[in-house]
């Protein structure tokens, strides 16, 4: 195949040259990007973001973070808190805040906020649940706050000292040893085995009463229970998971991350719904539509991703842009890779559509190689399942 075949596959990068691509019912746009830590990509996700807002009515943002941290970035966002170094500190997780893209992009929501009426105001979320490599965090806090969120306005079948009876102590269940050594977990105690039936039935009870509970609250405190019922329903799960001594461990762990980002991500879909499209950023491996793969613990780990998941109850009404890029530093893609071939369209940002760019390249176009194992290169074999591909020439 020919660089002139390539060349009918590119178009210059542009926030409306993108949004042309998406489907039209699209309610949630995944924009991945290959690595974590390339100021190129935020300033790419600001840019897309903010045409998105003032021409497609796109009206909030979830991003890979402690979905839980992030009500601290949302608040500034809103304008409850006046402090831009307390929500970069507390607001992100996995120190995700000391980007300054991140920065910036938290500045100009709350930029634009102040200008606009309720109804059109953004709103900042994170879909990651608090997770970090070396471990998870403890329920408590989730489950709690939960607790304290229903106790005035229902009977619950718990009370609050038998609860933090079960919790014990916190640094239990977040020993960093307990990612490498199964043994070490409380996940799946007798107490974690009653807190995730507790966590179940007050899940079930915020379903079953929330006619009631929004008659005596508001939609915002909804919102909040609902997100710490998910948070310490999932981080239970977990945390059984992390008991398990069986081969699959690491996969199902994997797994159920992205489980608890799909259903991040869908509750935000539903939140927006009557306001306007979500951009999701996180990393192309959670966001894509086909299975995700990487090598950890010297396993080699293979799992639906958050966007695969979320694919299935969205249908067209999510979409996915892939990015990556050709060089960085001493990292150089094969002149037949992918980005080695995208690397001859010569502009420094470029638009693909993924059907086109997949029947584009060569059959049997192998994997880049990457120069250390922070970056995933993107997979010309499933490459046509995303809607489009951004390509920067250097990062």
């Not at 690595?35 to 190129?40: D, K, S, V």
């Not at 938290?106 to 990651?128: C, K, S």
């Not at 007050?202 to 009631?212: M, S, V």
């Not at 966007?307 to 990292?331: E, I, M, P, S, V």
């Amino acid at each position: 195949m020919t660089s002139s075949t390539l060349s009918d596959a590119v178009l210059p990068f542009s926030g409306e040259n993108l949004a042309a691509l998406l489907p039209p019912a699209v309610r949630v746009l995944g924009l991945g990007e290959p690595t974590h830590g390339a100021e190129a990509f935020l300033d790419l996700r600001n840019e897309l973001f903010r045409h998105l807002v003032e021409h497609r009515g796109y009206r909030s943002i979830a991003l890979e973070t402690d979905c839980l941290s992030a009500l601290a970035a949302d608040a500034y966002v809103a304008g409850r808190t006046e402090d831009l170094d307390h929500a970069t500190t507390h607001g992100f997780s996995h120190g995700f805040g000391a980007y300054p893209g991140n920065r910036e992009l938290l500045r100009w929501m709350r930029q634009w906020n102040a200008a606009h009426p309720p109804e059109d105001r953004l709103r900042f979320d994170g879909i990651d649940g608090p997770l970090e490599v070396s471990g998870a965090a403890a329920p408590g806090p989730a489950l709690t706050t939960l607790h304290g969120l229903l106790s005035p306005h229902l009977e619950l079948p718990v009370a609050l000292d038998e609860l933090t009876a079960l919790l014990g102590d916190s640094s239990l269940w977040t020993d960093p040893g307990v990612m490498w050594d199964p043994a070490k977990s409380v996940g799946r105690t007798p107490e974690a085995d009653r807190l995730r039936l507790i966590a179940d039935d007050l899940t079930a009870l915020l379903a079953a009463r929330t006619p009631k509970l929004l008659a005596a609250t508001s939609p915002e405190h909804l919102w909040l229970a609902g997100l710490h019922a998910r948070t310490a329903t999932g981080l239970l799960r977990y945390h059984a998971a992390l008991a398990d001594p069986g081969p699959r461990r690491l996969t199902t762990l994997v797994g159920l991350r992205d489980l608890m980002m799909a259903d991040n991500l869908s509750a935000v879909a539903d939140r927006e719904a009557h306001r306007g499209p979500t951009l999701a950023f996180a990393h192309n491996s959670h966001l894509q539509r086909t299975e995700s793969s990487m090598r950890f613990g010297g396993q080699r780990l293979t799992w639906w991703s958050g966007g695969a998941l979320l694919a299935t109850r969205l249908a067209d009404r999510y979409a996915f842009t892939a990015t990556t890029f050709g060089t960085r530093a001493d990292d150089h893609p094969a002149p037949d890779t992918l980005e080695g071939l995208l690397l001859a369209t010569a502009h420094p940002r470029t638009l693909h559509p993924a059907p086109d760019l997949a029947a584009a390249l060569p059959p049997g176009t192998p994997l880049r190689t990457p120069a250390n194992h922070t970056y995933f290169p993107l997979d010309p074999a499933t490459v046509g399942h995303a809607d489009a591909v951004v390509f920067l020439r250097d990062v």
